[in-house]
């Protein structure tokens, strides 16, 4: 198809030569391509643009007077590196015109349009995916894109134009299309700052993730969740979900339509307030890690994810704890790295819970966690826990296996060890502390500590009983 007849799509594409740099004994010219708001600079010595020129006369006819000719003598000379500058401007602004719509393959990586510029970006990504596409599909493997390609794609399927603009059959936008309809594992991973030598800034790009029809798994990071579109079409397959360094709520990523629509309720949830939206749940999701994120609470978003087994909300900002009672399927949880000071009621809100990371907080009491009954495994360290009777707390809770009390201040208290699995009393063998297993030593001097304790207890209730006697 000609793609004369879109004129309208025909963006202009500019090329300048703003200077030249002497690199060890040849001349080095710097240019600056603007495509709309995108600029970039790249640099080319001159026997760059003659392998150029050679593949464009060869492949497209490119009459041969148009380069400027090769000069050995004073090559370097200033007079020359200025004159040769103009004329190498003139050259690849000529080129720029002969193909206003589509640059050929060379020319689009000479100026690296496949890096930078919408047309070239998606056509080499689509040429990638004619090679490799069916293997990496068969392989299974996480496939790894940028906003920026995401953002090429999402805009190229704006456009009233044909998919293969550039006349090349490997670089068609039906091979992206077909791949991401079928590709499993996706990793989106952007940038801070400026992208290359280029003025864009990823985090500013709009993206839509609905074109992946068939997404298990997907992990975004160094986004921003305002750029993310179409999520939400990910429902019907997405089995894991991670988001890092992206979101500053749950709600951006699990319910972005609350933007538009604030009085939702949950599908197959009742309301007594006014409701204007149903928002439809996360049916397939059993994992969510949104780690290392700025989330400053749990909001009620969660009621979304009733599926969800693991959760990771480690380094964030979660100063309460809260909502967690919608996840009734919940086994692991990971809070650690965040401002917590104090549990109260875990167990009204963690009732299933196995697995249980509370390292790097601001704890000081376990109150909170006293009927944790299924808790398996429980991370402490690296908390403000500086009393041994806090371990009473959950030192009855009968499927506690694994504890890590390391980094806090009761574990310079002499005896540390023992002191601690003493309050586990006949399931002292059975508790790992601070990834150890007790030792024969450690299980002898518990014994002691047991009996002495015993001994107290007695001696105790012998002295109420006299007390109520008198």
């Known amino acids: 198809m000609d793609t004369a007849v879109f004129p309208e799509d025909v963006v202009v594409k500019k090329v300048s030569i703003v200077g030249s740099e002497l690199v060890e004994n040849y001349t080095v010219y710097v240019i600056e391509v603007t495509v709309r708001d995108h600029r970039w ?7 760059d643009f003659h392998d150029l020129h050679e593949k464009l006369t060869a492949e497209k006819k490119i009459e041969k007077h148009l380069l400027p000719p090769k000069k050995m003598i004073g090559k370097n000379s200033k007079s020359l590196v200025e004159k040769r500058q103009k004329e190498l401007e003139v050259y690849l602004q000529t080129l720029l015109v002969r193909f206003p719509t589509a640059a050929p393959k060379v020319l689009s990586y000479f100026l690296h349009f496949h890096q930078y510029e919408m047309n070239g970006i998606t056509a080499a990504l689509a040429e990638e995916l004619f090679h490799k596409g069916e293997q990496l599909l068969v392989a299974g493997e996480v496939f790894t894109l940028c906003p920026l390609q995401l953002y090429a794609i999402t805009q190229q399927l ?3 134009k044909p998919t293969c603009s550039n006349g090349d059959a490997k670089a068609d ?3 992206i299309l077909d791949f991401t309809c079928r590709l499993k594992y996706l990793k989106i991973t952007g940038t801070r700052g400026e992208v290359g030598t280029s003025n864009i800034q990823e985090d500013s790009l709009t993206f839509d ?4 029809k068939a997404l298990l798994q997907i992990e975004i990071s160094e986004c921003n969740s305002a750029q993310i579109m179409g999520l939400p079409s990910l429902k019907p397959c997405l089995v894991t979900l991670s988001v890092h360094h992206t979101a500053a ?3 951006d990523v699990l319910v972005p339509e609350a933007c538009e629509s604030p009085q939702w309720v949950a599908e197959g949830a009742l309301s007594d307030c006014p409701v204007t939206t149903i928002i439809p749940t996360w049916k397939t999701l059993t994992t969510l890690d949104m780690s290392h994120n700025h989330i400053g609470c749990i909001d009620n978003s969660v009621k979304l994810i009733p599926k969800v087994e693991f959760l990771d909300l480690s380094s964030n900002e979660l100063s309460t ?3 967690l009672q919608h996840l009734y399927n919940l086994i692991h949880l990971d809070l650690s790295y965040n401002i917590l000071t104090v549990l ?4 009204t809100k963690l009732g299933n819970i196995k697995t249980l990371n509370l390292a790097g907080n601001q704890l000081d009491s376990l109150a909170g966690l006293t009927k944790l009954y299924s808790l398996v495994n429980l991370d402490l360290s690296s908390n403000k826990l500086g009393q041994l009777e806090e371990i009473r707390y959950i030192g009855t809770l009968p499927c506690l296996e694994k504890l890590i009390l390391s980094n806090n201040p009761m574990c310079i208290i002499p005896d540390y060890r023992t002191k601690v699995l003493a309050q586990f009393w006949d399931r002292a063998s059975e508790v790992c502390l601070d990834s150890t297993a007790p030792t024969e030593k450690e299980l002898d001097t518990v014994e002691v500590l047991k009996a002495i304790q015993k001994a107290k207890e007695s001696k105790d209730r012998m002295a109420n009983n006299n007390e109520k006697k008198k």
């Open 249 to 251: 709520s749950m709600m």
């Open 209 to 212: 993730l609905s074109v992946f």
């Open 321 to 323: 704890v809260e909502n």
């Open 41 to 47: 600079t790249i640099k080319h010595r001159y026997s």
């Open 158 to 160: 704006k456009l009233a």
């Open 344 to 347: 109260e009621g875990a167990h």
């Open 173 to 175: 936008l039906g091979h």
